[in-house]
């Protein structure tokens, strides 16, 4: 009986090991939400009143598309150490103080609200790429100005920024310095030019139909101020770039879905691993669950720039392991013009939103795989259909569709603009950079 037991004891003990050595090595495939909120079309449909921390996901899927070499990695290591070389983290989030976020709104529905975004065409005299260099340097203060005034500004015929090399004299001439993209560290996409500082902006095959909802470009502790987004080739048909004022969108909510939101915050849930072998390690599980917990969430901080708290939950009654935002105030004030607009990225998270627009989409590749978003009260308490579709109704009304052509280029204020963009057919190339 003794000898009986010592075995056990030692399978036991195995198989402690052998799930502290697997939940490890899941980490490095653990990767946090791209900006659009991407998800797998292979999960399965959780209740949207299934609980605190419950993440709703579509059931059914179609055949993956080929993704491009980039997409899975290939070619990158070289790009992204010259990005590395080149650029330092982007700027810590500032979230600014607490506010009555009702009497702000008041005083920005009492505002003037000027033309967004304003339209910067090429004046005709400037011909070749060396004076449209000039005319950016002799006008950056100006620029900025009426990027700050705007919240974004539609630069058009600069065909200096045709390639990356003279996009980038444009930034730069402008006196704006690049940052690494806030996903960097969990190569959540891809670069275009580690040398000129540009990454790609969702051209994805398989991403095609997917409508890249609204959003700030940041990841809870890191955001970036300003944005250039580029279009090197647009889409055959769609695939237009799409900005809504924050200012805007305060403005237009209703006061009490307001003051409800902004005193319960939010949180994002960002990715999921399957723990489904968690289940088969019998009388073992309650005491295995918190230290494979504790062991992802010290592998995660390693690996990644940001901030996640680690969750069980059960998908379709498999275990699986999630990863959250913290809590989030939705409205900030802006720490350039202390002007308070909306500040959250529930149009993009929400999975009862994309599924409503998307429905079924390809299955991905790459990091797309594991990213799994949805959103909820600080706390981890569902959000109401009716205010989601609240959300989606004001954002719906603060839309401008941007049709970039082949060099175009659109600065947006991040802190105060929101981006997405459009589903398209054909092959898509626009790039961004991030800037402080």
Not at 267 to 280: Q, V, W
Not at 282 to 292: A, I
Not at 328 to 354: E, Y
Request: glycine share 8%.
């Amino acid at each position: 009986a003794m000898v009986d037991r010592d075995r056990s004891d030692f399978r036991m003990a195995r198989l402690f090991l052998s799930v502290l050595v697997l939940a490890a090595h899941s980490a490095d495939a653990f990767l946090p939400i791209a900006p659009g909120g991407l998800r797998a079309a292979s999960s399965a449909r959780v209740s949207p009143r299934a609980g605190r921390l419950g993440l709703r996901m579509s059931v059914d899927t179609k055949p993956a598309m080929v993704d491009r070499e980039q997409d899975n990695g290939q070619g990158q290591a070289e790009l992204r150490a010259q990005a590395e070389a080149l650029m330092q983290p982007c700027p810590m989030t500032d979230w600014g103080p607490d506010i009555d976020v009702v009497a702000q709104q008041q005083k920005v529905q009492a505002m003037q609200f000027l033309d967004f975004p304003m339209t910067m065409p090429k004046p005709a005299a400037i011909a070749d790429h060396d004076a449209q260099e000039a005319y950016f340097k002799d006008n950056a203060e100006a620029i900025k100005q009426q990027l700050k005034d705007h919240g974004a500004i539609h630069l058009q015929g600069f065909d200096m920024c045709k390639e990356p090399e003279g996009f980038e004299r444009m930034y730069k001439a402008l006196g704006l310095d690049a940052c690494l993209d806030p996903l960097h560290s969990v190569s959540g996409r891809p670069v275009v030019s580690g040398k000129q500082a540009v990454y790609e902006a969702v051209n994805k095959p398989s991403r095609a139909k997917f409508f890249v909802g609204m959003h700030n470009e940041m990841v809870g502790k890191r955001t970036v101020r300003r944005a250039a987004f580029v279009c090197f080739k647009a889409a055959e048909v769609g695939g237009e770039f799409i900005l809504v004022d924050g200012r805007r969108m305060l403005r237009d909510l209703r006061p009490e879905f307001l003051s409800k939101f902004y005193e319960r915050k939010i949180r994002f849930s960002s990715a999921e691993l399957p723990m489904g072998f968690m289940d088969k390690t019998g009388p073992l599980q309650p005491l295995l669950e918190p230290v494979v917990r504790s062991v992802l969430g010290m592998v995660v901080d390693m690996k990644v720039d940001f901030e996640v708290e680690m969750f069980w939950n059960r998908v379709n009654g498999a275990r699986v392991i999630q990863a959250h935002a913290p809590p989030q105030p939705p409205v900030i004030m802006h720490p350039d013009t202390g002007v308070p607009n909306w500040f959250c990225n529930i149009h993009s998270h929400s999975a009862k939103l994309r599924d409503d627009r998307d429905g079924v989409l390809p299955e991905t590749t790459g990091a797309s795989k594991l990213n799994k978003s949805d959103t909820f009260y600080g706390d981890g308490s569902i959000i109401s259909d009716s205010d989601l579709d609240h959300v989606d109704e004001v954002t719906k009304k603060n839309m401008v569709y941007v049709t970039m052509k082949e060099g175009d280029v659109v600065l947006v204020d991040n802190y105060r603009t929101m981006h997405g963009r459009n589903v398209f057919e054909g092959t898509r190339k626009h790039g961004v950079t991030w800037l402080k």
